[in-house]
Nanobody
Framework: QVQLVESGGGLVQPGGSLRLTCAASGSSFTINTMGWYRQAPGEERESVAVMGSIGNTNYLDSVRGRFTVSRDNAKNTVSLQMNSLKPEDTAVYYC?????????????WGQGTQVTVSS
């Protein structure tokens, strides 16, 4: 079974930076899409930044130019570099992966990590 483990997150002042990292573990799997979603209190979960297996990316309009998603396919990791953070970026951030294993296609979510932007 593929599992996702996140690290990073925390409290940062407006204008600051944070880096989130997610690592996938398991056996006999291939990840197609990997990236990050977020959910603020009272809001629906939204896609922040995702990257396909060939490096194609899709960013939420409000983070484009401030956030950068990157992947290491050999290590099955994905990172999110967040710069110029704003209070409205405060949310629980979830790692996401879609791929294939011996059991067929899978969708996986990380446990979530809190990002709080506040002075």
């Amino acid at each position: 079974q593929v599992q996702l483990v996140e690290s990073g997150g925390g409290l940062v002042q407006p204008g600051g930076s944070l880096r989130l990292t997610c690592a996938a573990s398991g056996s006999s799997f291939t990840i197609n899409t990997m990236g990050w979603y977020r959910q603020a209190p009272g809001e629906e979960r939204e896609s922040v930044a995702v990257m396909g297996s060939i490096g194609n990316t899709n960013y939420l309009d409000s983070v484009r130019g401030r956030f950068t998603v990157s992947r290491d396919n050999a290590k099955n990791t994905v990172s999110l570099q967040m710069n110029s953070l704003k209070p409205e970026d405060t949310a629980v951030y979830y790692c996401y992966a879609y791929g294939y294993s011996d059991g067929g296609p899978f969708h996986r979510w990380g446990q979530g990590t809190q990002v709080t932007v506040s002075s």
